[in-house]
């Protein structure tokens, strides 16, 4: 049992970069952090870290050791896990990564239909833009919006939305309604920032796929701050239709250049095949293609 801990931290070293990270993590010392470290190499007869004032850093054996070690605990956990809840209730902490205005928008409804199914499975959803490494295993499940998806995860489809471009009447009466792409480049824009698409904005021209780079004046991690700036005739935006719905309803948004329109996103659900897959997630995850399929309320299409 003392090898499976110190490998536990020495694994959690590696994933947090600080003796001191893990030593908070445990609610350890840092002295004993180090020693089970020291026990650890000990035991191997091999280095397993290179240590400087400044960095740590995985030796060649370390990251061999690294690599097995961290497969053959995640796979001990998950056949606990899966054996524990044999005959037993849902339960456990289930970690979520989802885009901002996805997770903001709809997961918390779909959270909520969930735990009063599952009342004993705690949800932490951590709200962002950027992608995540599913294998450093922050997170158990990724939410992405998306037309491109990585080798190595399991995704499922839960819905789809449509990539359009919008205006506010106001903007549009003021400064026109550009009737190709080539003229965005004389409207003030307002961007999304931190997407897969980066400083680009995606159209579709005649069959192929077209990246051009705005000329923005206003940008943000934030669609809805950024719908908000639509609707008050600041600029033109980008933006999936699920995060604009309601200015549509009210009319205080308009899509422009539908022709161009690129092909719907997929909105999936992503998580790391497993050999035993936690009920906590299986539950959840077939949950969500069920909320989203019964809810008339997202008009994804």
Partial sequence: MAKLNNTQVFCRIVELGTF??????????????SKYMAQLEESL?????????????????????????KQLLDDFSELEEFTSQLGRQVKGTLKISAPIDFGGLYMVPAIDAYQREYPDVKILMTLHNSEVNLSEGSFDLSILVTNTLDLGVVARKIAKTRLCTYASPDYIAEYGEPQTIAELSSHRCLHYIDTPHKDYW????????????????????NGRALCQAAALGMGITQAPELSVMNY????????????????????????????????KLATFVDFLIKHFAENNKLKFI
């Fill in 20 to 33: 001191a990270a893990v030593a908070r993590e445990m609610n350890l010392s840092a002295m004993m952090i």
């Fill in 45 to 69: 007869g091999v280095a397993l870290l290179n240590r400087t004032t400044r960095q740590l850093s995985m030796t060649e054996a370390g990251k061999i050791y690294y690599y097995r070690s």
């Fill in 202 to 221: 995606m159209f579709n021209a005649d069959g192929e796929e077209v990246k051009i780079k705005v000329n923005w004046h206003f940008a943000s991690n």
């Fill in 248 to 279: 549509l309803e009210q009319g205080k948004l308009i899509e422009i250049l539908p022709a161009f329109r690129i092909p719907a996103l997929e909105i999936y659900a992503t998580y790391l095949q497993r050999r035993f897959l936690p009920a």
